[in-house]
């Protein structure tokens, strides 16, 4: 996956994918963890210190917040 941060608006437009209501007025991080359990995932956006988890949309920001 790409190394970029993503953007608010790309995270809106995925989290449209998912039929996800209500997320535009999030913070980012709370609009990531939304999207990631949407997606079957754990909400671990900043939450794993060292994280090996590649793949993953979120870990350029993720890893330096």
Known sequence: MSQKKITK????VKAAEFE???VQKLKKESLIHAIQIA???DACFTNIQ???V???LYRA????A
Not at 9 to 12: F, H, I, M, S, V
Not at 61 to 64: K, L, M, R, S, V
């Open 9 to 12: 608006k790309e995270l809106l």
């Open 20 to 22: 996800l209501k209500g």
């Open 39 to 41: 997606e079957g995932n």
């Open 50 to 52: 060292n994280c090996a």
């Open 54 to 56: 590649s793949p993953c």
């Open 61 to 64: 920001e993720c890893q330096t």
